[in-house]
């Protein structure tokens, strides 16, 4: 029997690695907000920020504005786990947010992340869980790996290893060489296979 369910919109990051919109999606790494700021890059209206007073007042709008203008950006402070997901949770929601972001010291469990999933299809936006220490089995779509790479020869330009974990969509396990070309917000992120195929299969 044919699957009559709509497929969901993708957001392409490059012309073979693309992430589902009304999801979830988690990312570690010493380097996770490279994945999660061109995300927000990418995307067009306000965005749902969450996180304890340190993650949340670190946010410097200098650095931020090489990505987007800080001005979409709504802070949320929190001070329990509790409140951090109920936070997330409301809003993504709201059909206002295209991106929810939420800093945890520790990844949600399946419970706490079917319920984010669910609220991210409800309120159509995407949800990004930025994880410090480690992860649980959970209902997010992928899990990412971001490091910082040294540049000796390109000082100025960031560069990142992305490497995919987790896909629940069909989409194998893979890592790039990412540079970030957007300044100006023009969201130019070039990527560099090192290990996997493209998603076009998945779309």
């Keep these: 029997m044919k699957d009559l369910k709509p497929k969901k919109q ?3 990051l490059s012309d073979d ?3 589902e919109l009304q999801s979830l999606h988690e990312i ?5 907000l490279s994945l999660a700021l061109t995300v927000a890059a990418k995307l067009s209206g306000p965005i749902v920020w969450i996180g304890r007073a340190g993650h949340v007042q670190s946010i410097m709008p200098s650095a931020v504005g090489a990505f987007l203008d800080p001005a979409r950006m709504v802070l949320t402070e929190c001070t329990s786990r509790k409140e951090l997901l109920w936070a997330a949770e409301q809003a993504m929601r709201c059909s206002g947010a295209v991106l929810t972001v939420i800093h945890l010291a520790q990844g949600p469990n399946l419970k706490e992340s ?4 669910l ?8 949800g990004l869980i930025l994880i410090e220490r480690n ?8 899990r990412w790996t971001c490091q910082p790479i040294p540049a000796n020869d390109t000082p100025l330009t960031p560069h990142w290893s992305w490497e995919r974990t987790k896909s629940r969509n069909g989409g194998r396990p893979g890592r790039w060489h990412v540079t970030w070309g957007g300044y100006g917000q023009t969201c130019d992120v070039h990527m560099v296979c090192l290990l996997y195929t493209s998603d076009a299969a998945d779309e």
């Design 10 to 12: 993708r957001l392409r």
């Design 17 to 19: 690695v693309s992430l």
């Design 28 to 32: 570690m790494g010493e380097a996770n």
């Design 114 to 117: 079917r319920r984010m999933q």
């Design 119 to 126: 609220a991210c299809e409800q309120g159509g936006g995407m």
């Design 135 to 142: 992860a649980q089995s959970s209902a997010a779509q992928t």
